[in-house]
């Protein structure tokens, strides 16, 4: 099939709703994309398990592909294939297991895909209930890591968890201490206000993934349309060429830069594939 546009939306806070189900409008409008030439993609933070386990997401959600882990994967959703995956090298663990651990933070490794749902993770002692909700979800493929017993492997990413008060000068000293990698900052999906800090390899974000689907499916750059509402959309919102927008629950800094349709709970993503259909109407 032969796709003049893209639409890429983000999934926890802008397609899914704040109780966890899917509008029903929202899934409407998805499927009626193909017909009008759009190849469909969802970014998200999540891992392939996260994102395919939950049962209100169905193999009947009427998408194309899925980037998973903010960039460091992507999968067809159709044949429920992946595509590729991207993992860090043992010395960029061992760079940023340096850094986390003299900044001793709290912190998990994940392993590398399809099992990058299991991890190790490392507890400062300090009072972190995101932290360890985190470990608690995922307690059976959590691991707790033996700092001095521990010989750095590839691994899919690291993820920290800050607390709501430790700001945004940590995220900035972590960035310049590992210029060679990706460090990206996202809200919790858990309580919606600690900071998890995230490193990947430099090459892998959402911006990065949804460039290489629409390479691969010869989509121009200004025909490229994506709704977020986070500060791990940033660099895909930024790229998207058709328009970046955000849903009106994204922090005010970002609604300030791009702009702001309907919340996830009253329907933002349909709202942008209004606007886009409308744009592509005007190039026809």
């Given amino acids: 099939m032969t796709y003049r546009a893209m639409f890429v939306t983000d999934f926890d806070g802008t397609l899914l709703q704040s109780d966890g189900a899917l509008d029903k409008a929202d899934l409407a409008a998805l499927a009626a994309l193909p017909a009008r030439g759009v190849l469909r993609v969802i970014a998200t933070g999540r891992s392939w398990y996260s994102f395919s386990r939950r049962g209100a997401v169905g193999l009947s959600l009427p998408i194309d592909y899925v980037v998973v882990s903010t960039g460091a994967?992507?999968?067809?959703?159709?044949?429920?294939?992946?595509?590729?995956?991207?993992?860090?090298?043992?010395?960029?663990?061992?760079?940023?297991?340096?850094?986390?651990?003299?900044?001793?933070?709290?912190?998990?490794i994940h392993a590398t895909a399809p099992d990058n749902h299991h991890f190790w993770f490392r507890h400062s002692g300090r009072d972190n209930p995101d932290f360890m909700q985190r470990v608690n979800i995922y307690q059976s493929f959590a691991q707790q890591l033996d700092t001095a017993r521990y010989q750095p492997v590839p691994a899919s990413q690291f993820l920290a968890v800050l607390t709501p008060n430790q700001g945004n000068g940590l995220i900035t000293h972590i960035a310049e201490r590992l210029p060679h990698l990706n460090v990206v900052r996202?809200?919790?999906p858990l309580d919606g206000k600690s900071i998890w800090v995230e490193v990947f390899p430099k090459h892998v974000?959402?911006?990065h993934a949804a460039a290489y689907l629409a390479d691969e499916f010869g989509i121009a750059h200004n025909r490229v349309f994506a709704v977020g509402n986070d500060y791990n959309d940033l660099d895909l919102l930024e790229w998207a060429g058709g328009g970046g927008f955000v849903v009106k629950n994204a922090p005010s800094e970002l609604r300030k830069r791009f702009q702001t349709v309907a919340g996830n709970d009253h329907g933002g993503c349909r709202q942008v594939i209004d606007i886009m259909s409308k744009q592509l109407g005007a190039y026809s």
């Fill in 205 to 207: 974000s959402k911006q």
């Fill in 186 to 188: 996202t809200t919790s």
């Fill in 73 to 108: 994967g992507v999968m067809d959703w159709q044949r429920q294939e992946a595509l590729y995956h991207h993992d860090m090298a043992a010395d960029h663990v061992a760079d940023t297991l340096n850094v986390f651990l003299a900044l001793d933070l709290d912190f998990m």
